[in-house]
């Protein structure tokens, strides 16, 4: 008599996911940035952990920004850069992809380190995304516009003017529009650029305690200069100088236990 | 010390708005003086002839500008036909998709363009673009033409125009913010969306500036054109006859034959009327935008 083996899909599914969340999302190899004047980035390597709120910090000018923006190669725009190495998202190297770039680029909302609000109203920007996935559905559009903005804390402030441009926000309103922008693409990683520098205590607590909600389903790269913000959020700390990963590890490592000088400088300056 | 500052300061005040002041006048100053020269042929003539009839005898008194106005129109609505779009296209290829050495290299050959005198274009076209319509182009369609046509007009027109409208579209496409287009490439736009839709359109009043300017110069440019338009007075729809532009007009009799009665008032007009038709462009084109901003 042959027995069969038998398969436990439940068991199955459950190893897989446990797999995936082990495997890093991101995975950085050997990443070069550099114009003629010089290195930007000098052989990066970085794994990003899934579902977890990765920290950046470093002095102004130490490639945080040139970081994010390798990502989701938004280093296209700029040609007098020099781009070499892998950046794997998912394992395909975004570096190399052609065609699928826009698609790749949604599964990353990014937050600026400014806010660039598109030029149409605050409801267009933030269904702006959604037009581009081709969801053409009005209630849909409708929908998400509302519940992106409701997240982001702006719904009470724009209900009333929707279709007013978004440039006429302030500064502070438009850096959360822009992130209700991002989140409504449904993306599986955020890039938030120093995302709170223009916002007041208030609309600060707001952004720090929705990241944490969204770690359950996105992964965040966070860069900022508050480093109680870092000890509040991060689950992982990457230190950067000089466009040069100098310590990563836990937070409480990190911070509390610096084992390079420039570190520990760093860490008495800022507090 | 407290003293100098203050006087300095005063004195800077008012030189600066004497300058301004004077700014300002001087449209209002040259208007004024091309209606009073021109005062006696409107006075005698009533507008609407004036504008509208084709009859253009001075010997008898008759002037009629229809003719100058249709040959200025024509050459000019050819000119931005020309050369808007591949204006409009170039600048955003220049600027969004070619490699920024190239953009390096054609801006001092677009100033170098932009800064030839006129006449120079005149005899470029009096050399290549007259005989090749007579040659080439026309009897392609199967009409003969001398080559001195509308047609020969407007593409000598367009020449001109493109570096101007190139420059000024090339700054305008310049100046929108590159977090703008990291915001819609982000969003998973290709970089043919992204331009549609942030840098036409963020760039769109600045379009239609560099459109009002390049028409309003079109409109305005005198001698390449007197070179090669045949001046000849004519109301015609096809392209190869010749016309006759208001600003040629002005040119070639500005000081003959100015023992016609009111002939040198009605130079006064033409030029008034073509002053008119500038600032009207120019009203036009700034409302327009006016309006484009407010999204
Ligand atoms: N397009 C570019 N061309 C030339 N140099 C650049 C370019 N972009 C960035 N750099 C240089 O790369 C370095 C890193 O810049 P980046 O914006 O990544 O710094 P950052 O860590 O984000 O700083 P900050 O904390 O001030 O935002 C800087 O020295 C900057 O001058
Ligand atoms: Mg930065």
Not at chain 2, 179 to 207: C, D, N, Q, Y
Request: aromatic residues 10%; proline residues 5%.
């Amino acid at each position: 008599m042959i027995t069969y083996p038998v398969f436990s899909y439940q068991k199955a599914k459950r190893m897989v996911n446990h797999q995936e969340k082990q495997t890093p999302i991101i995975e950085i190899k050997g990443l070069n940035v550099r114009t003629r004047e010089g290195e930007i980035l000098k052989n990066i390597n970085l794994k990003i952990p899934r579902n977890k709120i990765v920290v950046l910090l470093g002095p102004s000018g130490c490639g945080k920004t040139t970081l994010l923006k390798s990502l989701n190669r938004l280093t296209d725009l700029h040609k007098e850069l020099q781009v070499s190495g892998e950046v794997l998202i998912d394992g395909v190297d975004i570096l190399k992809v052609s065609r699928d770039l826009p698609a790749m680029r949604q599964k990353m909302g990014l937050l600026s380190q400014r806010p660039f609000p598109l030029p149409v109203s605050i409801y267009r920007n933030v269904a702006y995304g959604l037009k581009l996935k081709g969801i053409r559905n009005k209630d849909l559009i409708a929908h998400s516009v509302e519940t992106n903005l409701k997240r982001v804390g702006l719904w009470d402030e724009v209900k009333n003017r929707l279709n007013s441009p978004a440039n006429s926000l302030s500064i502070g309103q438009q850096q959360r529009l822009c992130l209700a922008r991002g989140l409504a693409v449904k993306p599986a990683i955020i890039l938030a650029d120093e995302p709170t520098s223009a916002l007041d205590p208030i609309s600060t607590r707001i952004i720090e305690n929705l990241f944490k909600e969204l770690k359950e389903h996105y992964t965040i790269i966070l860069v900022t200069h508050v480093l109680r913000q870092a000890v509040r959020l991060a689950d992982h700390v990457v230190f950067m100088y000089y466009g040069d990963i100098i310590e990563q590890g836990h937070p409480d490592d990190i911070l509390k236990h610096p084992k390079t000088e420039v570190l520990k400088k760093y860490l008495v300056d800022g507090n | 010390m407290n003293r100098i500052r203050r006087i300095s300061d005063l004195l800077v005040n008012i030189w600066m708005r004497a300058g301004l002041y004077f700014l300002l006048a001087l449209p209002v100053l040259i208007g004024v003086g091309l209606y009073w020269k021109a005062a006696p042929i409107i006075g005698g003539h009533s507008l609407r002839d004036l504008l509208f009839s084709r009859q253009w005898f001075p010997m008898k008194g008759e002037f009629g500008f229809m003719p100058f106005i249709y040959s200025s129109a024509y050459v000019t609505v050819l000119a931005f036909i020309l050369s808007a779009p591949l204006c409009l296209f170039a600048a955003i290829y220049l600027t969004q998709f070619g490699k920024h050495r190239l953009l390096q290299v054609m801006l001092p050959v677009i100033d170098i363009l932009a800064g030839i005198p006129s006449v120079v274009y005149g005899v470029w076209g009096v050399l290549v673009i007259v005989p090749a319509v007579a040659e080439y182009v026309a009897p392609l369609f199967g009409v003969a033409s001398s080559g001195y046509s509308l047609l020969s007009g407007g593409i000598v027109l367009a020449v001109m125009c493109i570096p101007y409208m190139l420059n000024m579209l090339i700054e305008v496409f310049q100046t929108i913010p590159v977090g703008m287009k990291e915001a819609s490439l982000s969003l998973g736009a290709t970089h043919w969306e992204m331009v549609k839709h942030v840098i036409i359109r963020k760039g769109f009043p600045g379009i239609l500036s560099a459109f009002g300017l390049g028409i309003a110069k079109a409109f305005g440019e005198t001698i390449a054109v007197l070179m090669v338009v045949g001046n000849t007075l004519d109301i015609s729809v096809s392209p190869f006859s010749p016309g006759y532009p208001l600003p040629a007009l002005i040119a070639n009799n500005y000081g003959e034959m100015m023992s016609i009665p009111d002939y040198d008032s009605a130079l006064m007009f033409a030029a008034l009327l073509l002053f008119v038709i500038i600032l009207i462009i120019n009203l036009f084109f700034r409302y327009f935008i006016h309006q484009t901003e407010k999204i």
